[in-house]
């Protein structure tokens, strides 16, 4: 059994909203190729089993495991697909090390969202279909009554989310990899389209195409393949009912699951004070407020506060979603967790250039996978 699992080696590619002159497999072909070369690694010796994150409604074609194993230079080799998000990939490669059935395993996550015509009606099929489906309820619509439920359970205002879109908008700035990025107003934000009320077009985050791949190992392949191995210390997942009427609206019990698991594991007892920056979900703005709470950086409805009072940016006490975070960056499908882990990976590293967070040492990943679904992962990673 292996001890300790180390990220040794990244890659990515594309990272924009639309990618018409490549396929998926170029995207995740170009990732792997940075990933191996990062790791010094030669996937056809020396790793030992591929994971890759996706879903067959998205990717259009079912057992995807077989589409991934040439541009990852995998044949012949064992691949398996995790029908979730990246994180939840994250956590089968390091299952696998620390189990010591491997000391070395690749794990990709990809989107070609501009290939995807009717995407709504795709990601309905995740409703009950009895209950909720017959509904036509919008992914949107559903988000909008969660954020109302959420503003009114925690007295969280609308100018609170809203300020999360001006932040995590604005830290894309400072990111070659953000496709959104922009400098707003809070009156930008309030006075935008409405989307789903209270929730407004500019509290969403919009697709972007791309690729990423990581590698991972043992402790003892690792001192000899990294001069600088972000370590695994804590990961936790829970999946729960996708059912709108069983279901929590104004928290998220799942989120609070998945991060007791990670933080048992690395020994995180107060996360506020351990940790030294988050990138975390924020599909829609409301739920980096959310998050944050279920998270126990803070207590249910103080997350708003702290926004407004600027702890949360990049100079603040706890930055969260320095990258800019899926609103800054654009949405990724199953690979969002991937890239929040690849921010995390760079700003560890001291790699994150106009964007690198001083002092750096631990930090804190969070995915969820969309409406309707309550499913979450969280990981602690540190240098």
């Known amino acids: 059994m292996n001890e300790r699992v180390a990220i040794v080696g990244v890659g990515w590619s594309g990272f ?28 056809r010796a020396d790793v030992e089993s591929f994971v890759t994150v996706a879903e067959d409604f998205i990717e259009g074609t079912s057992i995807f495991d077989e589409y991934t194993p040439d541009q990852l230079g995998a044949a012949l080799k ?14 089968t490669a390091y299952m696998l090390i620390r189990s010591g059935y491997c000391d070395v395993v690749a794990v990709e996550g990809h989107s070609k969202a501009s290939n995807i015509l009717t995407h709504p009606n795709i990601v309905a099929y995740a409703q009950d279909p009895v209950l ?8 949107h619509f559903v988000a909008g009554m969660e954020m109302h439920r959420y503003l009114f359970e925690t007295d969280t205002t609308q100018e609170q989310c809203a300020l999360v879109a001006v932040k995590n908008r604005r830290n894309a700035l400072k990111n070659p990899l953000a496709s959104y990025a922009a400098d707003l107003t809070l009156e930008d934000v309030l006075n935008g389209a409405p989307l789903a009320w209270p929730l407004g077009v500019r509290e969403t985050a919009e697709h972007s195409d791309g690729a990423v791949v990581m590698v991972l190992a043992s402790e003892k392949k690792a001192e000899l393949l990294a001069e600088k191995p972000v370590w695994i210390r804590g990961i936790g997942w829970c999946n729960g009912s ?23 594991q690395a020994g995180i007892r107060n ?60 949405y990724m499908l199953e690979a969002t967790g991937l890239m929040r882990a690849l921010e995390a990976v760079l700003q560890l590293r001291g790699e994150a250039g106009q964007h690198q967070i001083e002092d750096a040492g631990i930090g804190l990943v969070q995915s969820w996978r969309g409406v309707p679904t309550t499913s979450g992962a969280v990981a602690v990673l540190s240098n």
Request: aromatic content about 8%; charged content about 20%.
């Open 16 to 43: 924009r909203p639309r990618t018409p002159e490549v396929s998926y497999k170029e995207l995740i072909y170009e990732a792997a190729v940075r990933a191996y070369a990062n790791a010094g690694v030669d996937p």
């Open 78 to 91: 064992p691949v398996h697909t995790i029908t979730g998000d990246g994180l939840h990939g994250l956590a």
């Open 132 to 139: 909720n489906r017959p509904l036509r309820l919008n992914t």
């Open 242 to 264: 996708p059912s709108l009427e069983s279901r929590e609206w104004g928290s998220v019990p799942y989120l609070q699951q998945a991060a007791q698991m990670a933080y048992q």
């Open 271 to 330: 996360p506020w004070n351990e940790i030294d920056f988050a990138e975390i979900d924020d599909t829609y703005a409301y739920k980096e407020l959310q998050a944050m709470e279920s998270l126990g950086l803070c207590d249910a409805g103080q997350a708003g506060a702290l926004v407004e009072e600027g702890a949360t940016e990049m100079d603040g006490e706890l930055p969260v979603n320095s990258s800019g975070g899926s609103l800054g960056v654009g």
